[in-house]
């Protein structure tokens, strides 16, 4: 094989998946299936990164041998900055601290809400995100048609140091009055 064909084909991408410190085995579980780990690598990824938080459900790991995804996975780190900034696309929950981390990086992403969650200001969030086409917003059972879907392209850069709008955002879902 020639150079040129073996860096091609040693191109690493990453998926970093987070659920932060929430329990969200709905979401380890379905990036875990055979159909999501399908679409990643029909898209060109080749490394699945797992943060598991609290969740008791364990994922497979794999070497990533004979064309297969690459899977690995931790619970908690001090920091998911290096991971963050080591993905090509990060699949995360609705924690309003994981998707403006991901988003200054400017990193497509990808927001899996907790349906589990009561009372849910999280995927409002996330919604109004994807509206502006900053994000992608997804359900664990819709994930892999969302993969499926995407195009990376077409996302928006989030305007860094715009805090009147997220803000006026955080007052809405308040219940506060807009000015």
């Given at each position: 094989?020639?150079?040129i064909?073996?860096?091609?084909?040693?191109e690493?991408?990453?998926?970093?998946?987070?659920v932060?410190?929430?329990?969200?085995?709905?979401?380890?579980?379905?990036?875990?299936?055979k159909?999501?780990k399908?679409?990643?690598?029909?898209?060109?990824?080749t490394?699945?990164?797992?943060?598991?938080?609290?969740g008791?459900y364990?994922?497979?790991k794999?070497?990533?041998?004979?064309?297969?995804?690459?899977?690995?996975?931790?619970t908690f780190?001090?920091?998911?900055a290096?991971?963050?900034?080591?993905?090509?696309?990060?699949?995360?929950?609705?924690?309003?601290?994981?998707?403006f981390?991901?988003?200054?990086?400017?990193?497509?992403?990808i927001?899996?809400?907790?349906e589990?969650?009561?009372?849910?200001?999280?995927?409002?969030l996330?919604?109004?995100?994807?509206?502006?086409?900053?994000?992608?917003?997804?359900?664990?059972q819709?994930?892999?048609?969302?993969?499926s879907d995407?195009?990376i392209?077409?996302?928006?850069?989030?305007?860094?140091?715009?805090?009147?709008?997220v803000?006026?955002?955080?007052?809405?879902?308040?219940?506060?009055?807009?000015?």
């Open positions: 094989m020639g150079d064909e073996e860096s091609v084909k040693q690493k991408k990453v998926v970093f998946v987070t932060g410190t929430t329990l969200f085995d709905a979401l380890v579980r379905t990036v875990d299936t159909e999501v399908q679409e990643l690598l029909r898209n060109g990824y490394h699945l990164i797992i943060q598991m938080g609290r008791s364990t994922p497979a794999s070497e990533g041998k004979d064309g297969s995804l690459a899977v690995d996975y931790f780190s001090p920091s998911i290096d991971h963050l900034r080591s993905a090509s696309l990060v699949i995360s929950h609705a924690g309003s601290g994981s998707i981390e991901t988003l200054q990086l400017g990193k497509p992403l927001v899996v809400v907790n589990d969650l009561m009372d849910n200001h999280q995927s409002e996330a919604e109004e995100l994807a509206e502006r086409k900053h994000l992608y917003c997804a359900h664990p819709t994930l892999h048609q969302t993969i995407m195009n392209e077409s996302l928006l850069p989030y305007p860094p140091g715009d805090a009147a709008a803000a006026k955002l955080i007052n809405r879902f308040l219940g506060f009055p807009d000015d």
